[in-house]
């Protein structure tokens, strides 16, 4: 497989004028329009009318994150206002049981107007259901631009996740170029979120209604969910001449037994809804590679790794190998559910192993999102973004859908 790391970022340039961001939702999420591109043709309908165009017997994989109210806002004696956006928890194997925390936990944040905080606590007053709250953040250690922050609370009768549903605020795009609504608490997570942890919606499941999944259902299309929770430097762009100098970032995702399963079960038809089931889908099938090359392997490394899939040497194995693999490795665990971290990149020069389609909305310049797309495409990535652009389809998280064949 061919390395990507001496691909220049500013040859995935394109013009995206400001007035093409959609600021907003439509009121109908399958309103949407819907670009359909196979093997080269494009052209256009209705997102409501997805299930007319996917393969036969296509199985679709959801990731079902749910994004938190991750931003928490403190006010100084000194009037200044110090935001604290919760990234993860230190230890970001078991989000479950970070957010069931009921007197103290660390997260990692980004600290806003971070000049104003030197040194010493924060406190806020929370109003959660009909009790009073006394929450105070301290700084415990500093990475680069993350920080570790210590929280506690008084009394300690709720949960964390009490706390930032009651506080916090959704971390909506900055590119939006305006605060959240109202409206965005339900806007701004899929139909089908369960599991929190995101601090930002795997966007392209926005489209889906309930009565788009009972299409699906209706013409017997299978779902399989898995979860990876979104972090904050997934649609960062790259500010680095080529690839190589890039730091990818890490998110964690647990995928079921049954879904893998299910994997072996659909090889040919597997539709990834958005560039976060397709990195999940994608890190699979090194997970297997990496345990059929040492079966302990994952005692020792839990995450696949940027350059993995182009420089790592593992062995060239099929994805059906790879599936078993996982269920092997499963089976020695005596555990139903797999959760490891990635940050894999995936870059024209990749192969891709699992996945057979993309459901992905119109992506930011120069971004490891986009780069995804033209790995999937080949050049025809600019053709299509070409095609939208120029038929006036809205783009980034709120923006219209594309569904690559």
């Known amino acids: 497989m061919t390395s990507p790391r001496q691909i220049r970022i500013a040859d995935y340039q394109y013009p995206l004028p400001d007035g093409r961001i959609a600021r907003y939702p439509l009121v109908r999420r399958d309103r949407s329009r819907l670009l359909l591109y196979r093997q080269g043709d494009i052209s256009e309908t209705r997102f409501c009318r997805l299930p007319e165009y996917l393969p036969e017997k296509s199985l679709l994989v959801f990731n079902n994150t749910r994004v938190i109210q991750a931003r928490l806002l403190f006010q100084k004696t000194t009037g200044a206002s110090i935001e604290l956006f919760c990234l993860e928890p230190v230890d970001p194997h078991d989000y479950v049981l970070a957010f069931q925390q009921t007197k103290q936990c660390v997260w990692k944040c980004l600290i806003g107007n971070r000049k104003k905080?030197?040194?010493?606590?924060?406190?806020?007053?929370?109003?959660?259901?009909?009790?009073?709250?006394?929450?105070?953040?301290?700084?415990?250690?500093?990475?680069?631009?993350?920080?570790?922050?210590?929280?506690?609370?008084?009394?300690?009768?709720?949960?964390?996740?009490?706390?930032?549903?009651?506080?916090?605020?959704?971390?909506?795009?900055?590119?939006?170029?305006?605060?959240?609504?109202?409206?965005?608490?339900?806007?701004?997570?899929t139909v089908y979120s369960k599991i929190k942890g995101s601090v930002a919606a795997p966007t392209a499941g926005l489209h889906f209604t309930p009565d788009t999944l009972s299409a699906l259902a209706d013409r017997g299309f299978e779902r399989e969910e898995i979860t990876l929770h979104v972090g904050a430097g997934t649609f960062k762009p790259v500010k680095t001449e080529t690839l190589d100098a890039h730091p990818m970032h890490t998110e964690w995702f647990t995928v079921q037994r049954r879904t893998v399963v299910r994997l072996l079960a659909s090889p040919g038809r597997v539709i990834a809804v958005g560039t976060t089931s397709v990195r999940t889908l994608e890190s699979l099938y090194y997970i297997g590679a990496m345990l059929a090359r040492h079966p302990d392997a994952l005692d020792e490394e839990?995450?696949?790794?940027?350059?993995?899939?182009y420089e790592e040497r593992l062995p060239d194995i099929s994805p059906s190998e790879a599936l078993h693999q996982i269920l092997a490795y499963l089976d020695r665990q005596q555990t139903d559910q797999l959760t490891m971290a990635t940050q894999l990149l995936i870059a024209p020069g990749y192969s891709f192993r699992l996945v057979n389609g993309i459901l992905t909305n119109f992506h930011q310049p120069q971004s490891t999102l986009l780069l995804l797309v033209a790995a999937f495409t080949g050049g025809d990535w600019k053709q299509i973004y070409d095609y939208a652009l120029s038929h006036d389809f809205r783009f980034l998280s709120y923006g219209d859908s594309s569904l690559l064949l």
């Open 117 to 189: 905080w030197k040194d010493g606590l924060l406190t806020q007053t929370v109003h959660a259901g009909n009790k009073t709250v006394t929450l105070t953040a301290r700084r415990v250690a500093t990475c680069e631009d993350i920080h570790w922050i210590a929280f506690s609370w008084e009394p300690d009768f709720c949960t964390f996740a009490d706390l930032l549903d009651a506080a916090g605020k959704l971390p909506i795009p900055p590119y939006l170029h305006r605060e959240a609504e109202v409206a965005d608490l339900s806007a701004y997570q």
């Open 302 to 309: 839990r995450t696949v790794g940027q350059w993995t899939p």
